[in-house]
């Protein structure tokens, strides 16, 4: 899985995810060679890489041995992990969704790795305990559709999900779209603190995070829920029920395309960061100490190109310090990629909307992937995908 080697990184999580599914063992060489894959030497599995043009290598025992031993060696930052069995993968998201909307279920579909669509009626009967790891699409959990009123409050197409949403709220007995997301949040929170790993892009980052904050607090304008909002609501705003984020102040104007100053897309702006020089450092732990962060960070580069969403990056000040910063951008004092516990579970959120499309609009075509077989960015998703399979080791950070 180094840099030279591997001609498709993405398909070869497929791969390893595959192998699980089959019961066969396989182990996460965790910073050897970019985080490789050993598998036993089998002709099913070889067949299945040639098919999906995926880079491997035989191993003679003893070279394996060697190779493990000095995996196992003090002196050196790597630990082999055991994968045990495939997650079941749930991604949350709405019926019909457009082709723009998400690069999980694009990677997941483009490595080959299964996954169930859900959504709130799902989640609302308690689905969410048949599955080991869930991805949230680019919700918005506050319940002001995404914040596109200021852009496209005239589009047929936000006319109609605004009013999807409000009639599936009323069916689901809410007479409000904000009470009824909050409703799926308290039960993606009680999930995560249940023992699930949940992980989140983009704006289902910070507006699951603000609805947390904001149980049982009116932050909506008239426009998204027909009345006003709480008079000085921000004042009520709960941080300890946040996961991630402290201290945040939300964004009351309706027309700004923004939902707190969490996000660091406006600040970017202000100091014109060129896409040139944007990228974001992956962290550096110990793989023997800290297997867990050390695992979501495998990559053949240390050194991710930077790409925008609705939320792009996470502002370092609003940042829990019980939070682990995976990505950063120190030269902007913001995280791009994050983990954290809550519970028995644990969270990551990932910023910015497509790893390979550095500034994504509604409508835009999406993103191939043929072209993009080694996305350092993508791989950071699929770390997360295969996460929940490895043996668990406790966190020592």
Known sequence: MDAEGQQNHLKAYGITYWALEKNYKVSW???????SFLFPDDEPIRRECKIRGVTFEVLSDAATNSILEEISSPSQNMETVVLEKAPKIAVYTPKGKQPWDDAVTMVLTYAEIPYEEIYDEDVLTDQLLLYDWLHLHHEDFTGQFGKFFGNYRTAPWYIEQKKEAENLALKLG????????????????????????MFAMCSATDSFEIALAAEGVDICEPMFDGDSSDPNYQSQINYNNSFAFK?????????????????????????????????????????????????????HTQLVKGFMGQTTAFSGDKIKSNVLRLGENKLNGEARYIHGTRGKGMFTFYGGHDPEDYQHFVGDAPTVLDLHPNSPGYRLILNNVLFPAARKKKLKT
């Open 247 to 299: 201290d945040f102040i939300l964004e009351r104007r309706p027309e700004t395309y923004e939902f707190s100053d969490i996000d660091t897309t406006d600040d970017r702006a202000k100091k014109r960061v060129p896409f040139q020089q944007d990228y974001f450092t992956l962290m550096d732990f110990s793989a023997k100490w800290d297997p867990i962060p050390t695992m979501l960070c495998q990559n």
């Open 174 to 197: 809410y007479s409000k779209v904000s009470e009824e997301k909050l409703a799926v949040a308290l039960k993606v929170r009680d999930y995560v603190i249940g023992g699930g790993f």
């Open 29 to 35: 060489l965790l910073n050897y060679r970019g985080g």
